[in-house]
């Protein structure tokens, strides 16, 4: 993987040094494990002008959470916490050090001490704002990427199904959903990729709605928004279900609704389709429906080393599709007092020539009654 990161920084520094910067100092964490591989606590990544450098507390550690170094960076360890110890300070000292009269920086995610502590440091650094210069390199997933993410996906498949599978009615959803993350765990999840949503009965009407110690009773709905996270990458699958009994006439209507906009969505996903018509496709079932109400900010999203990356697909969004971009299409309607309804998939963006938007979470959308 060496080459795969040397190549990413490399992508990074022409663009940095187009823009006028003769080095880019990388904190965001999702940002320096892109780059450098693993992403210690506070370590920062220099792209600098003689050389990068992976700098941290101490040497980093091989852990799921924070990922691998690269082998080919060097890492340069700092002696101690304290603004001495600061790796993004830190870092800014050793670009001034290699020569650069120029630092590109990530302003969305320092702090404005750190900020103020970096031009103490390095008074002679011209400062720029990076932006999202590497959020937009991560946009297009490479096929070691979206193998990840279709472990992650697997994972959360079968530890939805082995749920599915036991006694249901009488648990509270707060024990359902630690019962999900322990799974995921159990299967070779680093972890959950966020918190899990289990959400029944009215509270399934709940956009948003956290796990509380609400038993699930007969004719709920069941509504699960899980995902996991596999070596950094964060996949995301909801799914809802009818407890105990047969659905009533109003839950299948409300379902069928959802998986309609879902497949409308689903089919707009091809290199070179607006991210804004995604959205719409979606959105137009649901409001010519009656539930232009009240229906979530966007359609989906993309997923990666974060659950909630670019692009956004939105009624707003500017941008188009590529191939190999992974994206979650997760319409919704949500009934306050009453229940609601969410499916939610990850699917990898392929021209029609492969087949078409790859499915990444296969648990069926058909409506079970369970």
């Not at 279900?241 to 969505?265: K, M």
């Amino acid at each position: 993987m060496s080459e795969v990161y040397a190549a990413r920084r490399t992508r990074l520094r022409e663009r940095c040094n187009a823009a006028g910067s003769a080095a880019a100092l990388i904190s965001r964490p999702a940002n320096v494990r892109y780059l450098a591989g693993a992403a210690p606590q506070r370590a920062a990544l220099l792209i600098g002008k003689r050389e990068d450098l992976l700098v941290c507390t101490g040497p980093p550690d091989e852990k799921p959470t924070e990922g691998r170094p690269d082998e080919a960076l060097p890492v340069h360890p700092l002696p101690g916490p304290g603004p001495a110890g600061d790796p993004a300070v830190a870092a800014a000292d050793l670009a001034a050090s290699q020569g650069a009269d120029s630092l590109a920086v990530e302003e969305h995610h320092l702090t404005v001490a750190r900020h103020r502590a970096i031009r103490s440091v390095a008074p002679r650094l011209r400062l720029a704002d990076l932006g999202g210069a590497v959020e937009q390199l991560r946009v297009v997933k490479d096929e070691e990427e979206i193998s990840c993410l279709r472990i992650g996906a697997e994972i959360a498949d079968q530890a939805l199904g082995e749920l599915l599978e036991s006694i249901l009615v009488g648990r509270t959803e707060r024990h359902l959903a630690l019962e999900l993350e322990r799974r995921l765990v159990d299967h070779g999840a680093d972890g959950p990729a966020f918190p899990t949503s289990v959400a029944t009965g009215p509270n399934s009407g709940r956009r948003g709605h956290r796990p509380t110690d609400r038993r699930v009773e007969e004719g709920d709905f069941l509504s699960v928004c899980l995902g996991a996270t596999y070596r950094g990458y964060r996949c995301e699958i909801g799914r809802t279900f009818v407890i105990g009994t047969s659905p009533a006439d109003w839950q299948i209507e409300l379902y069928d609704l959802v998986f309609a906009a879902q497949r409308a969505g689903r089919e707009m996903l091809a290199p070179g389709s607006a991210y804004r018509d995604v959205d719409r496709a979606a959105r137009q079932v649901l409001d010519s429906a009656g539930y232009a109400e009240g229906l979530p900010p966007l359609t989906g999203h993309g997923v990666g080393l974060e659950i909630d990356e670019d692009p956004q697909l939105a009624p707003s969004a500017m941008g188009k599709l590529d191939a190999c971009v992974p994206v979650t299409v997760e319409p919704g309607v949500h009934l306050p007092g009453r229940g609601g309804v969410r499916i939610d998939d990850t699917l990898v963006v392929r021209p029609e020539a492969d087949g078409g938007p790859e499915l990444l979470t296969i648990t069926t959308k058909e409506l079970l009654a369970l």
